[in-house]
């Protein structure tokens, strides 16, 4: 076999992907998902506090297996490697000694939610996000989330650091520095995890921990100060140089070759988020709005550095020189549920069957777990199919997508969701769909927060498993926003973009525009909206606005 191949590696909010590329046309020759075995069972998360931590042998474990697993399809693979890739979820730092090695991983941490990484939803940041918020904006110096929004979130680097120093003085004063999950990775396989020496990626730096060049890197040392001392000294021990994904960050360590069953030679790719990635790998191009459309959403513009000069867009997450397609600015806003939302209603549907079904005594001799479970399956597909045959009226019920706060436009992980309009009549299928017009005005606020903000969108490019396996909520989603949307055809865009990076990291193509132009996949389909259907919806979208504010005045 003579192809030169890569891997991309997605890391998600559930499992860890492996993607094996062939670099000259693209074609997915193999794949491998495996769940993380810690994170499946519910370990070290507390939703009721909204903590969620995953372990880091959850990432190691699941790494080996994937990466063995698509090499083991076919015995000529595993030499024809070149590069690998990684995408992960983000904002998800840990805390690390001077090696890098994260504090999980020492016998003392071992079983601390705290010396685990903090997953990109843990909101448990909230009071320490509101505080970097007010020094930022009160104190002398420069205002550090002038680039992100002008709101730092909870979701992010410095304000889940922040909680653990002060949530648990034991890890704070262990910790020597922090690394992103996104980081971390990259710098394991290649034997470089010194925290201070790390050049960190463009992409996680810029959008989760405000480093800009404008102010020479991280923001300094005497603004930390103002917040805790041990903040200061991890940000003295933090390298201020970043690297967008198309360079390579180093080669395998002949230990991690072994592990995987790749020669020492592979190149690794200097790492960034999974929905930026997704981006790349989905077809975005310049005012082209990708939207990653799963549990949650992240919404990724990229335009020409020259045509944004002087534009700072207000409440999103961030515009980054280089985070989505390097020399190109990127932006991000997005959601913090979608999926969720209609998970959310499927659990609360599921409560009864789960919890009174079994101890009915007519149901003795039955299999109880495979109804439970066959009923489980079925909700949201009958849901749809009812919701669907709903007239689309003027008076429907007004639901906010707010469940797990709001991440943009203007981040408030304080506010919650809501419906309004609820009778006696009110159905789940109603509110069902309550619930997914809801996610679909959330939508139309980000897209009418850029054109505000002087950024136009040209398209709508939509991935991710609700774009692929709903149409209902696609229609939906087209007819609020009265924009065609495309839907590009790789089930796997994540992972196709981490090759795509690795293509270029291996030398394959001399940019990331140009892999994707010899690597995509193209679009699947394209949901053209209902013009009828967008003007009631434009009424209905004012009273969205107004529960909004209302909503937003309770809080």
């Not at 909101?123 to 002008?150: C, F, K, M, P």
């Not at 089930?491 to 525009?513: D, S």
């Amino acid at each position: 076999m003579d192809n030169k191949l890569v891997i991309g590696v997605d890391y998600g909010t559930d499992s860890c992907r492996a993607l094996l590329v062939d670099i000259a046309t693209g074609k997915e020759l193999a794949t491998s998902v495996m769940h993380y075995p810690r994170w499946s069972k519910g370990l070290y998360c507390d939703p009721g506090k909204n903590q969620y931590r995953q372990h880091p042998l959850d990432y190691i474990e699941s790494l080996e297996y994937v990466i063995r697993d698509v090499l083991s399809k076919n015995a000529g693979y595993a030499p024809c490697v070149k590069a690998i890739s990684i995408d992960t979820t983000g904002s998800t730092p840990v805390a690390v000694n001077q090696e890098g090695v994260p504090l999980a991983l020492l016998p003392r941490f071992a079983e601390n939610p705290n010396a685990m990484f903090v997953l990109w939803k843990d909101h448990t940041a909230v009071a320490e996000a509101d505080e970097i918020n007010r020094l930022a904006h009160q104190w002398d110096g420069v205002d550090y989330t002038r680039y992100s929004g002008g709101i730092y979130s909870s979701e992010w680097f410095w304000a889940k650091l922040l909680h653990v120093l002060r949530d648990d003085p034991e890890v704070g004063k262990a910790a020597f520095s922090w690394m992103e999950h996104s980081d971390w990775m990259p710098a394991l396989l290649c034997g470089k995890t010194n925290p201070a020496t790390l050049k960190r990626n463009r992409c996680t730096a810029g959008h989760k921990a405000m480093w800009h060049e404008e102010w020479g890197g991280f923001p300094a040392e005497s603004f930390f100060a103002g917040l805790h001392l041990q903040m200061a000294a991890i940000r003295k021990n933090m390298n201020d140089v970043t690297v967008t994904s198309d360079h390579a960050l180093g080669t395998l360590t002949q230990e991690w070759a072994d592990r995987l069953g790749l020669n020492p030679s592979v190149l690794v790719g200097v790492g960034a988020l999974d929905a930026h990635i997704g981006a790349v790998g989905g077809g975005i191009k310049p005012y082209y709005l990708s939207k990653v459309i799963g549990t949650s959403t992240c919404d990724m513009l990229v335009a020409p550095l020259d045509e944004m000069k002087g534009i700072f867009v207000k409440g999103i997450c961030g515009q980054v020189d280089g985070s989505i397609i390097p020399n190109m600015l990127g932006m991000e806003a997005g959601q913090s549920a979608f999926g969720d939302i209609y998970a959310w209603l499927k659990k609360l549907l599921m409560w009864p069957v789960e919890n009174i079904l079994e101890h009915a005594g007519s149901m003795k001799g039955l299999d109880v777990d495979s109804l439970i479970e066959e009923i489980s399956a079925q909700i949201i597909p009958k849901l749809t199919e009812e919701a669907g045959k709903i007239e689309l009226t003027e008076s429907s019920m007004i639901a906010l997508d707010w469940m797990n706060g709001r991440r943009t436009p203007d981040a408030n992980q304080t506010l919650r969701g809501a419906i309004a309009g609820l009778t006696l009549g009110t159905d789940a299928p109603r509110i069902f769909r309550a619930l997914v017009e809801a996610t679909a005005f959330g939508s139309k606020a980000i897209v009418d927060r850029f054109m505000k903000e002087g950024v136009r969108i040209d398209g709508i490019i939509a991935l991710g498993g609700v774009a692929q396996k709903s149409p209902f909520t696609m229609h939906i989603l087209s007819d609020v926003i009265g924009t065609p949307i495309k839907v590009a055809a790789s089930e796997q865009t994540c992972a196709l973009g981490a090759a795509m990076c690795a293509a270029v990291v291996a030398g394959g193509y001399p940019t990331v525009a140009d892999a994707q132009k010899a690597m995509g996949q193209g679009f699947a389909c394209e949901y053209v909206p209902n013009m009828e259907n967008h003007k009631t919806y434009m009424n209905l979208y004012q009273k969205y606005l107004e529960l909004g504010r209302y909503s937003e005045k309770l809080m």
